[in-house]
Structure formats: C-alpha cells, structure tokens
C-alpha cells in the first residue's frame, strides 16, 4: 500500500553524462509502448489501483489513472521536459535501482507522438491539468491524490508509423496481453482494462495470484493452479543475498501452444526471457504433453546489482550476472512445487525396431493396403505387398481433417453443429480481442462466436469434420493460432492444423475393421497422406527382410 505521508520524490534533468550513459529517452512505436511507460510510471509512483482504457486500436485515445503519489505543479511542468525523472539523480544510482521506469519519464516522448493531457495532484490543492499540443497549457485542475494521463491522436502527423500498425483488434490484443502481463506479475496492485467502453478484466489486487488469475483467465484455470515460494541463497560476489522465486503454476491438465501465457517478472518488472521461460518447463518436466507449454506467473526477487535492464529499448529484457543460478532456482521451485500433481506422463515406450521403422515416403495411395487390424487401439496394421504397414491413426485421422478443412475454407461447405444451448467460454482478454478481429475467418472454420460482456463470449456452433464436433479447447487453440500467425494465410493454416487436431481419433479410440479401413482409404486419397498437419508421420514401413533379419531366417 502506498503511504500517503510519504514526501514526493521531486523531478530533476539528468546531468549529460548519465543521459549518455542510459540513453534516456523513450522511441514510442506503438499503442502499447505507451501503455507500457505509463504502467511503469504509475507502479513507480506507488499506485494501489490502475485502470487502463483504450478507443479504437490506442491511437484514438489511451487513457491510464491512478491513486500513486502524483506530483505537485512544478514537478508536472518538468516531467514533460526530456532527460528529467525523480528516479534517478545521476548514473552511481544505476546498479541499485529498483524503479522501473528509470531511463527517465516516457511523457516528453509520448508529448512527441500524440495529444497529451495530464493531470496529476499530490493531495494538496489544487491539482494540476496540463495540456501539451504543440504549446504547453497549464491550469488548475480538480482531482484526488494521483495522475491521470490521457493520448489523443497517436501518430497523427506520422502517417509511415500509423499505416505500418495492425487492425484495431490486433493491436489491442498487444495491449491486453501486455496489461494481463502486469496484472498477473503484481497481484498486490489492482489493474483494469477497458476496450471503447466495454469492462475486460479487472484483478482485485489482493496479492494473491489465484484472484489475479481468475480475472484475467476464469476460475476454472485459477481453481486448477498451484502457488509456489522458494529461496535459493547467492554465493560470491553477492554471499549472504538470495534469489527468491514465487508465483502461480496452472496444472499441466491446462496448457496452450505457444509460451506466451508463461509471464515472468525480475524484481517486479515483467520481462520476456526465454532462459527463464525453459526453466519453467523443465520444472514440469514429463507432465507437460509434447508441443505444449505452460500457463504460469513466475516472479523472481534478486540484488538490484544482479540485474542488468538497460539492455532493451522496451526494457522488456533483462541481463543476468548470476543467471545460471536464477535459472537453477526457478527450475527447483516449480519442480518441488509440482511433486504433488495427479497427472503425469509415462516415460518414452523404447521400441528395440526404432532403426528399421522408416517413414514411408513416394506416391503410394494406400490402394494395396489391406487392413490386418488394430493395434492397442492406437495403430492400424496393413499388409501391402512384401510390407507391414502401421499407420498411426491420431495421425491419419488428423491428416485427413486437416485436408477438408483447407477445402472447406476454399469454399467447401464445412459440416457444423450448432450447441443448444450456446456455450459461454471465458477467454484472455487478448483471445476475446481476436474473436472481434477475426469474427469471418472464425466463422469459415465453423466457430460462431459473439461476445458476451468482458472477455466471455458466447459459442452458438462448432465445426464438426467427419461427424466428430470441435470443443471449447479447440476453439481456445484456434484463436491462439489466429492470433500467432504474422501472416494471415500463416494463422489460417495453424489454425487448421489445431483445429484437425482435437475432433480427430486419439489412442486409445477402438475400431471396428470395416472403419479402419474406410480411414486408411480417405488417407490415401489426401494429397500428403504421408505427413500429419504437425510434420509427423503418417505411415511407417517394415518390409519383409527386416522382419526376417529379426527372427535370423
């Protein structure tokens, strides 16, 4: 909680050796950048409660309030003047700072690019309103303990940097998903978000990660998550200190495709460091499936003298002195932590034939392959001239949805079902953005979504390929792939793939001979039967000799 008597820090010009040394001032890019200096800002200045509100795709108008300190009117007029900060006085101060937003204020440069208008007050009267547009105009200004900045027309006279911008909705999913970044990081501060008047999130701002995660996800996935504390003491230069590492682990029954749910913090400044990152997952170890990855908040604690963050424009890295131990300990506590889940993988199945067992590979149609049966209702055995065939059939099954798929997104009509009643599926914020974005191409794949207030929205029907219908956790991957995807053609075709993955046949499924037979025939009719969607192989080969070379015939 921020103490209300606690004296103002007061805003005073670096001197030139230190703006050398720093680099301060910030090269505004995008919406998000700016949301990310204010954030910083407001989180330096002590706030308690931060609410974020955005119009459009950011640059019709960002609007960032909170209840910090504030300022009083002379350090108000300063702030907005380059290399001034009340964070740092001069560069002896850079190895120990702790605020994030030391490289200066961002607002001359924020001034720079758009409209600003801020207004700020440190609990005496009156506050301070001031307006930069060109000139600078200051008044007196009714408002409680804290600031309040607003950005009007981003990029207006930069034509070149507002048409190299994505669509509305592709760029408030960069902002949403930096806000829920922040909000999961410091669940002790309480974030809001708000798109052209409609409520996202909003986190409590109890510290605990849990209330944090049940807004910015649902409950389901903080009702299925863990917290974790551990203590790792430093040796050398830094003896006697410790690494602390706590945060939030959502159990591996949960997981996406991409990391990008995985938020780190270093010394409470959300960072995107992939060594910390694959420390996380090697703490998980086994309980992760293949190709999958965590939904985590990992928040680590070291000296300020072991962390470098003057090696990124966007401070969203960091440098490292004792990396390999942060690493060490991040890997320990989520692995410790998780000792206790229920679900676990089995190792790797050794299979003594690996070297013999060859992708098979040419134009074969699978005409010949006569089904012998199945195989712990996993793999289908053909017999094709002097070879055994074992088609795997997940894979198979996947092939062939995968290939409707691309015709019916060609213009093919897709077999669909609709849900009665509709199912409502609470989503990040970032995936709610891209239901709004990509509403038609959703729609193409057989997903009929709307929204249904913050990020909930509500599923009227599902694609049904081959008979057996998508779930909620397909249309969670299809949208995570829409929005990975640089290129739309790229996001299409990743989203296909996930969505052939889920309604596809999976280990385990029986088959009668007649079924698997009809499979082995519709493989043979795709266009790359030999492959699924993901790059694996369909079909493996074992021909006569080897089979004989085994038995020492």
């Known amino acids: 909680m921020s103490d209300p008597t606690e004296p103002t820090p007061t805003v005073e010009r670096l001197d030139a050796s230190t703006v050398d040394r720093i680099a301060a001032g910030e090269v505004i890019t995008r919406p998000a950048r700016v949301v990310g200096e204010l954030l910083d800002n407001a989180l330096d200045a002590g706030a308690d409660s931060i609410r974020v509100e955005i119009d459009g795709d950011g640059t019709e108008r960002i609007r960032v309030a909170d209840d910090g300190h504030g300022m009083r009117r002379r350090d108000a007029e300063r702030a907005i003047e ?42 005496t009267e009156p ?5 930069v547009d060109g000139e600078v105009e200051v008044t007196d200004a009714g408002r409680a303990r804290g600031t309040t900045v607003i950005v009007r027309e981003l990029f207006a006279d930069r034509p070149a940097r507002r048409e190299s911008l994505g669509g509305a909705g592709a760029e408030f999913a960069k902002i949403s998903s930096l806000v829920a970044r922040y909000a999961l990081t410091r669940p002790d501060v309480s974030f809001s978000l708000a798109h052209d008047d409609r409520e996202v999130f909003e986190t409590p701002g109890s510290g605990a990660y849990e209330d944090a995660l049940a807004a910015v996800y649902d409950r389901h996935v903080a009702a299925r998550s863990t917290t974790f504390s551990h203590e790792t003491a430093l040796s050398g230069a ?36 992939e060594g ?12 992760l499936p293949d ?40 890997e320990t506590g989520v692995s410790d932590a998780l000792t206790t889940a229920d679900l676990r993988r089995s190792g790797e199945v050794a299979m003594g034939l690996a070297e013999s067992l060859e992708p098979k590979r040419g134009e074969s149609a699978l005409a010949e392959a006569d089904v012998l049966g199945q195989f712990r209702d996993t793999y289908i055995l053909c017999a094709e001239g002097d070879d055994l065939l074992v ?17 019916a997104v060609a213009g093919e009509a897709i077999e669909r079902i609709e849900l009665s009643p509709p199912e409502t599926v609470s989503l990040s914020p970032a995936a709610a953005a891209v ?16 929204s249904f207030g913050g990020a909930t929205v509500k599923l009227s029907t599902v694609p049904a390929p081959l008979g057996r219908p998508a779930d909620t956790e397909a249309f969670r991957e299809t949208l995570a792939a829409l929005a990975s995807g640089s290129d739309p053609d790229d996001a ?3 989203a296909l793939a996930e969505l052939a993955c889920h309604p596809s046949l999976k280990a385990g499924d029986a088959l009668a001979t007649e079924e698997a037979a009809a499979l082995v025939e519709r493989l043979g009719q795709c266009e790359q039967p030999f492959a699924c969607p993901h790059g694996r192989p369909t079909v493996l080969s074992v021909n006569e000799e080897t089979l004989a070379a085994g038995f020492e015939r």
């Open 82 to 123: 380059r290399h001034a900060t009340s964070k740092l006085r001069d560069a002896a101060e850079l190895p120990s700072t702790t605020s994030l937003g030391f490289r200066g204020e961002a607002l001359p440069s924020i001034a720079d690019a758009g409209r600003l208008e801020l207004v700020t007050s440190d609990g």
């Open 127 to 131: 506050g301070t309103r001031l307006v």
């Open 291 to 330: 190709g999958r990855h965590p939904v985590a908040v990992v928040s680590i604690s070291l000296p300020p003298a072991a962390v470098d963050a003057n090696v990124h424009p966007a401070k969203a890295e960091v440098a490292l002195s004792v990396r390999e131990a942060v690493e060490a300990a991040v």
């Open 238 to 273: 830094f003896d006697g200190a410790a690494i602390h590492v706590d945060g939030a682990l959502v159990f591996p029954a949960t997981t996406r495709s991409d990391r990008s749910h995985l938020r780190t913090a270093i010394n409470d400044r959300p960072v995107v460091d």
């Open 276 to 287: 910390i990152r694959r420390a996380v997952e090697r703490g998980y170890g086994r309980l």
């Open 492 to 494: 299409r075709e990743s």
């Open 435 to 450: 239901v709004e974005e990509r509403a038609g191409e959703l729609a193409a794949l057989g997903f009929d979504a709307a």
């Open 391 to 407: 088609i795997d059939q997940h894979a198979a099954h996947e092939r062939v949805n995968f290939e409707r798929l691309q015709a």
